[in-house]
């Protein structure tokens, strides 16, 4: 597959391969667009197939970024980027190496941790390319961003309450949470502050057990987590929850989590539509992590952060009121709201972010 071909009918902007025999550094980083600011996202690290396979997730993955950002309201553009490996092929001298491959693009792109990549990555790409983010809070970074990511769940949970039911209220609303790591136990502690009633499921039995005991949650096997009745829906595990085979068996009224890639295919939007549910697209619903994480740009101040998180309620409202006009899935409505911002807001001049 030629890169040309593998764009398609997107316009990244730039993609540049990162190559170093003497540490193994094989990557690729995607810019989808600086209309906005820099392209912010993280760093996959993953032993992928063939290169065909690095390229696309890449490019898709950066396309995501800049919707993203842009539906949040921030100042930046759309990024990522992969590096071919596992955990057992690095070294704290190919991490240099990509700091340096990283410093090369003088800030059109700043990266980030991402899934195979930790804060002690990022700490060693620091030490050659300031174009980082998301170190930990004992190393001048933002720390963990997920208590943040989970509040933003809240928020778009309160808007879709209010689009629904003319309430923001979640008191005595049944949420069904599927996955309690790091984002789910936090949201559980939220809805509890908010004196929902909270299920939860999770593949690690003792974590599900803890939610019990810390907060009254209800457990539940983790095949039956997706189907409970309930006003919302949280997926906070791995991606494609919602798919042709369990969309016809939930019995929630909305879908709101902070999961990645919650759909399996493009169409399942259309599908959560038919079935009267109402989904809330993952990177509105979760960009409260990236809120957090860009916040180290300037210097983290947590008012601006816990302002632009309560702003989520406003953008999922929009979408949906938005949907709604126009006929059309929460989807495609934000995919158009984050359109809408870039080509307004965004000058439109690409390339010119870089040195100082
Ligand atoms: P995590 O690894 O801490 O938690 C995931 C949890 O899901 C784990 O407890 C795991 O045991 C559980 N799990 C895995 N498979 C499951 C299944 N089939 N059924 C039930 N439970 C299952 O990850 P996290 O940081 O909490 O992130 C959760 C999701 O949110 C991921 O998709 C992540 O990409 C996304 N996300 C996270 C953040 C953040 O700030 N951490 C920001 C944006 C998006």
């Avoid at 193994?24 to 290169?51: K, N, Q």
């Avoid at 595990?237 to 068996?249: E, F, H, M, R, V």
């Avoid at 890639?261 to 599908?271: G, I, K, V």
Wanted: charged share 25%; aromatic share 6%; with cysteine.
């Amino acid at each position: 597959m030629g890169v040309f071909d593998a764009i398609g009918d997107d316009h990244h902007e730039r993609v540049v391969v990162g190559h170093d025999p003497a540490t193994g550094l094989r990557s690729i980083i995607a810019i989808y667009s600086t209309d906005l600011g820099p392209a912010l996202g993280g760093t996959r690290l993953f032993p992928y197939h063939t290169d065909d396979d690095a390229l696309t997730d890449a490019l898709r993955l950066s396309k995501a970024m800049a919707l993203k950002a842009s539906a949040a309201g921030l100042n930046l553009g759309g990024g990522k980027a992969v590096i071919i490996g596992d955990r057992s092929t690095v070294t704290p001298e190919l991490w240099r190496s990509y700091g340096r491959f990283v410093d090369s693009l003088a800030g059109a792109y700043i990266t980030a941790e991402d899934v195979g990549t930790t804060t002690d990555d990022m700490h060693l790409i620091s030490e050659e390319t300031r174009w980082v983010v998301g170190r930990a809070a004992e190393d001048h970074g933002a720390g963990d961003p997920s208590p943040a990511t989970a509040r933003g769940v809240v928020r778009a949970m309160k808007a879709v309450s209010t689009h629904l039911w003319n309430s923001d209220s979640l008191r005595g609303s049944r949420v069904a949470v599927q996955g309690v790591g790091k984002v789910g136990s936090a949201l559980v502690e939220f809805l509890t502050e908010e004196e929902a009633e909270v299920v939860v499921a999770d593949v690690r039995p003792e974590a599900a057990a803890l939610m019990a005991e810390r907060f009254g949650a209800k457990t539940v096997p983790t095949e039956e987590i997706l189907f409970e009745e309930c006003g919302f829906l949280a997926p906070c595990s791995l991606g494609g929850a919602l798919s042709a085979d369990t969309i016809p068996q939930l019995r929630c009224r909305a879908v709101v989590g902070s999961a990645n890639n919650q759909l399996a295919a493009d169409e399942d939007a259309a599908r959560l539509a038919q079935a009267g549910i109402l989904y809330v697209p993952d990177f509105v619903a979760n960009a409260a992590g990236l809120i957090h994480v860009s916040a180290e740009l300037d210097g983290f101040n947590e008012a601006l952060v816990t302002s632009r998180i309560e702003a989520i309620y406003d953008s999922v409202l929009s979408i949906l009121q938005r949907a709604a006009a126009q006929d059309i899935t929460p989807h495609d409505a934000a995919i158009g709201f984050a359109e809408d911002r870039i080509r307004r807001e965004g000058n439109g001049i690409t390339f010119r972010h870089g040195g100082e």
